[in-house]
């Protein structure tokens, strides 16, 4: 069985910093994108950033660049996202998802597989 195991969120405040790891069982992500999603309060899930089976393409949602990157270590198989500069309205639970295909998408009806999320809050 495949799972997708998020970690590192937390409470910060704004201008912090949260490193969220994703760790991969049952299956190995080499080869496979990874994003990462979230969800603010009352709101849709929305693209955060993607990276490509090599690691050599990223992607970022607009909110987001210049302050979050996401990076891989297939030899752990796990998903990273380092989020500096912290905003009020980052605060979201932040989900982390692989797909069968080598290249990230912003869909997330792309990926297949899912983690159940962590929680991101950031105060002012």
């Known amino acids: 069985q495949v799972q997708l195991v998020e970690s590192g969120g937390g409470s910060v405040q704004a201008g912090g910093s949260l490193r969220l790891s994703c760790a991969a069982s049952?299956?190995?992500?080499?080869?496979?994108?990874m994003g990462w999603f979230r969800q603010a309060p009352g709101k849709e899930r929305v693209f955060v950033a993607s990276i490509s089976w090599r690691g050599t393409i990223t992607d970022y949602a607009d909110s987001v660049k210049g302050r979050f990157t996401i990076s891989r270590d297939d030899r752990k198989n796990t998903l990273y996202l380092q989020m500096n500069s912290l905003k009020p309205e980052d605060t979201a639970v932040y989900y982390c998802?692989?797909?069968?295909?080598?290249?990230?998408?912003?869909?997330?009806?792309?990926?297949?597989?899912w983690g159940q999320g962590t929680q991101v809050t950031v105060s002012s």
């Open positions: 049952g299956r190995t992500f080499t080869g496979s994108a």
């Open positions: 998802a692989g797909r069968e295909r080598g290249w990230g998408s912003r869909n997330e009806y792309e990926y297949e597989y």
